[in-house]
C-alpha cells in the first residue's frame, strides 16, 4: 500500500508540474507569463498577454493533468473504476494540483491550480457537467468574468456532491469533503491576487468582481 502511496504522489505531482501556460507564453510571444499581467501561470493571463486560442489549449491541458495521472495510476496499479472516489484517485488529484502550484521545473512557481482541480473533480463527478456548465455560463452571462465564474465552479461542487452523488446515488461523503479541501485550499491561493485587485479598483468589490468586457482586467 506504501508503494501504491507513493507512486500515486509521484505520478500525480510531476503531470501537474507540466508548465502549460509558461511553454505557450515562450512558445508564441517568447514571454514568462509569470513576469506579465496578473503574473499568474494560468489560462486567464495566457488569454489576456498571449492569445485565447493558445488559452484554450492550456485551458485543456490543466483540466486534463490530474485526470491523466488518475488514469496512469489506475492503470499501472490495476486499480479499475469501482466508484467516483478513491483514495489513491484523491491523493493524485492533490499531488497534481500542488504540482502545478509548485512545479519544480519552474523553481516551484506556478499558477493557481484552479483548472486542474475543476478536471479533477468534474472527472470524479461527471454526472454534475451540465449544472456546472450552465452555472458558468450564467454567471460569465452576468459578470463577463472568467476567473469569478469558474472559480464559484469550486463552491458548487460540495452541493452537487452531496445533493446528487451522495443524497441520490449514496456515493460516499468523501467526495463532499474532497471538494470542500480543494476549494478552501485554493481560496487561500487566490487571497494575494484578491488583495491586489482590490486597491486596484479602490476597494470597491462591485468592480473586482463585475466588468465591463471579457477584456476587462484589474
Given at each position: 500500500?506504501?508503494?501504491?502511496?507513493?507512486?500515486?504522489?509521484?505520478?500525480?505531482?510531476?503531470?501537474?508540474?507540466?508548465?502549460?501556460?509558461?511553454?505557450?507564453?515562450?512558445?508564441?510571444?517568447?514571454?514568462?507569463?509569470?513576469?506579465?499581467?496578473?503574473?499568474?501561470?494560468?489560462?486567464?493571463?495566457?488569454?489576456?498577454?498571449?492569445?485565447?486560442?493558445?488559452?484554450?489549449?492550456?485551458?485543456?491541458?490543466?483540466?486534463?493533468?490530474?485526470?491523466?495521472?488518475?488514469?496512469?495510476?489506475?492503470?499501472?496499479?490495476?486499480?479499475?473504476?469501482?466508484?467516483?472516489?478513491?483514495?489513491?484517485?484523491?491523493?493524485?488529484?492533490?499531488?497534481?494540483?500542488?504540482?502545478?502550484?509548485?512545479?519544480?521545473?519552474?523553481?516551484?512557481?506556478?499558477?493557481?491550480?484552479?483548472?486542474?482541480?475543476?478536471?479533477?473533480?468534474?472527472?470524479?463527478?461527471?454526472?454534475?457537467?451540465?449544472?456546472?456548465?450552465?452555472?458558468?455560463?450564467?454567471?460569465?452571462?452576468?459578470?463577463?468574468?472568467?476567473?469569478?465564474?469558474?472559480?464559484?465552479?469550486?463552491?458548487?461542487?460540495?452541493?452537487?456532491?452531496?445533493?446528487?452523488?451522495?443524497?441520490?446515488?449514496?456515493?460516499?461523503?468523501?467526495?463532499?469533503?474532497?471538494?470542500?479541501?480543494?476549494?478552501?485550499?485554493?481560496?487561500?491561493q487566490y487571497i494575494p491576487r484578491l488583495k491586489e485587485m482590490r486597491d486596484k479598483s479602490g476597494g470597491d468589490w462591485h468592480?473586482?468582481?463585475?466588468?465591463?468586457?471579457?477584456?476587462?482586467?484589474?
Amino acid at each position: 500500500m506504501i508503494n501504491n502511496i507513493v507512486i500515486a504522489i509521484i505520478i500525480g505531482y510531476l503531470l501537474g508540474s507540466f508548465p502549460s501556460a509558461y511553454l505557450a507564453g515562450r512558445l508564441r510571444k517568447g514571454i514568462d507569463i509569470r513576469q506579465v499581467g496578473s503574473k499568474n501561470m494560468g489560462a486567464m493571463n495566457v488569454f489576456y498577454q498571449v492569445g485565447p486560442m493558445e488559452a484554450v489549449l492550456v485551458t485543456l491541458a490543466d483540466l486534463g493533468k490530474g485526470v491523466g495521472a488518475i488514469l496512469l495510476v489506475r492503470w499501472l496499479l490495476g486499480n479499475p473504476l469501482i466508484s467516483p472516489f478513491d483514495f489513491l484517485a484523491g491523493l493524485t488529484g492533490i499531488a497534481a494540483v500542488i504540482g502545478h502550484i509548485f512545479p519544480i521545473s519552474l523553481k516551484f512557481r506556478g499558477g493557481k491550480g484552479a483548472a486542474a482541480a475543476i478536471g479533477i473533480l468534474i472527472f470524479l463527478m461527471p454526472l454534475a457537467v451540465p449544472f456546472l456548465f450552465a452555472v458558468f455560463f450564467v454567471a460569465l452571462l452576468i459578470t463577463r468574468n472568467p476567473t469569478f465564474s469558474y472559480s464559484l465552479l469550486l463552491i458548487v461542487f460540495p452541493f452537487v456532491a452531496g445533493f446528487i452523488y451522495v443524497e441520490r446515488y449514496g456515493e460516499p461523503l468523501a467526495l463532499v469533503f474532497y471538494s470542500i479541501g480543494i476549494g478552501i485550499f485554493l481560496g487561500i491561493q487566490y487571497i494575494p491576487r484578491l488583495k491586489e485587485m482590490r486597491d486596484k479598483s479602490g476597494g470597491d468589490w462591485h468592480k473586482v468582481i463585475k466588468r465591463r468586457s471579457l477584456k476587462e482586467r484589474l
